[in-house]
């Protein structure tokens, strides 16, 4: 069962930011059953990146929980396109060519499930970010799933649940910061 578009995207964000709004000695473990997937970040402000296997290979792909769409450089191999729907992006509109996913995995999940992906040069990512980066995981993968990401621990989490005791304090105004479903 899809969950509500609008409500993925505020439990991406919400999870987002859950890691900072807790001072480090309020900080509540997450406990070990919960955890599907657990992914090191980078804890020094750089992209979130995660490794995603396709075939025998692993590729850097960033977290972009702005994507609708998870997109595959055209580098790696993705057959025939299946059509080549018009994006929005910084630079204006881009044609994307779509393809039927292919066998992928971002540690156990598969990215089989989604409709399509996109595939386009990533070229100037990497030229960006300084990073060996080969795709982009959107909403349409991030939105099926729990992300609990922790900046000062260097870590991103997929959970099998929300955690019982999931809430806290934001300091600076003093509401609770729930996380939703």
């Known amino acids: ?59 850097d792909f960033i977290v972009d929980t702005g ?15 299946v059509g080549v729907p018009v994006a929005h992006a910084a630079e204006g509109k881009v044609e994307v060519k779509a393809y039927d996913p292919p066998e992928a995995k971002v540690g156990r999940a598969s990215l089989r499930s989604l409709d399509v992906v996109g595939g386009m040069d990533l070229d100037r990512i990497r030229q960006v970010t ?18 609990h990401i922790d900046i000062d621990k260097g870590q991103l989490l997929l959970l099998k649940s929300v955690p019982i005791d999931a809430e806290s304090s934001c300091p600076s105004h003093g509401n609770p910061v729930k996380w939703l479903l």
């Open 130 to 147: 300084g990073l060996p980066i080969r795709g982009i995981l959107g909403m349409d993968f991030l939105g099926s799933h729990i992300l």
């Open 1 to 59: 069962m899809r969950q509500n578009p609008v409500k993925q995207h505020i439990l991406v964000g919400l999870l987002a930011i859950s890691g900072s709004v807790r001072g480090d000695d309020q900080k509540a473990e997450i406990r070990t059953d919960l955890v599907l997937e657990r992914f090191a970040i980078s804890s020094k402000g750089d992209a979130l990146v995660v490794p995603v296997r396709v075939a025998e290979k692993t590729y």
């Open 67 to 81: 994507a609708t769409t998870t997109i595959f450089d055209t580098a790696i191999p993705l057959g025939q396109p």
